[in-house]
C-alpha cells in the first residue's frame, strides 16, 4: 500500500471547506464507512479543516465510492481463531472470557489472580 502526502494547507491547489459546509456529492471516509461504502482506491478529491487548521478531514467523491468488502467464511474463521487463541492461557491451557495479558503470557489464574 503506497501512503500519499495529501496537502493539508494548499487550498489553491486541495480545494478547503470549513466543518460542516462540505458540498453535496462529498463524504468522508468514517460517511463512506456508514454508507456501506470505501473510496475504492481513489485518492481524496477536497478536505475539511477545522480547529483553526488542526485538525482535517479528507472528501472522496460519492460516485466513485465503492461498496466495502466483506470478509470471506475462511477469513472469519482464521480471525475467530486468532481471536480464541488471545483468550487461551499458554501455562494451563483454559480457554478464559477476556484476552490473556500479553506481559505475562498467562491468565489472572496463574499469575497469582487480580491484583
Given at each position: 500500500m503506497?501512503?500519499?502526502a ?29 454508507a ?19 485538525r ?30 488471545r483468550?487461551?492461557?499458554r ?12 506481559r505475562?503470557?498467562?491468565?489472572l ?7
Amino acid at each position: 500500500m503506497t501512503t500519499t502526502a495529501y496537502p493539508a494547507d494548499t487550498a489553491e491547489q486541495f480545494p478547503t471547506y470549513p466543518y460542516r459546509l462540505a458540498p453535496n456529492g462529498l463524504a468522508t471516509r468514517r460517511q463512506l464507512r456508514a454508507a456501506g461504502l470505501r473510496p475504492g482506491g481513489h485518492e481524496p478529491v477536497a478536505q475539511i479543516l477545522w480547529r483553526r487548521g488542526k485538525r482535517v478531514a479528507y472528501l472522496y467523491r460519492l460516485d466513485l465510492a465503492a461498496p466495502k468488502r466483506t470478509a470471506t467464511p475462511a477469513q472469519r474463521e482464521a480471525i475467530a481463531k486468532a481471536l480464541r487463541a488471545r483468550r487461551t492461557c499458554r501455562h494451563c491451557g483454559h480457554l478464559k472470557p477476556y484476552y490473556i495479558p500479553r506481559r505475562t503470557g498467562s491468565c489472572l489464574d496463574c499469575t497469582g489472580g487480580a491484583r
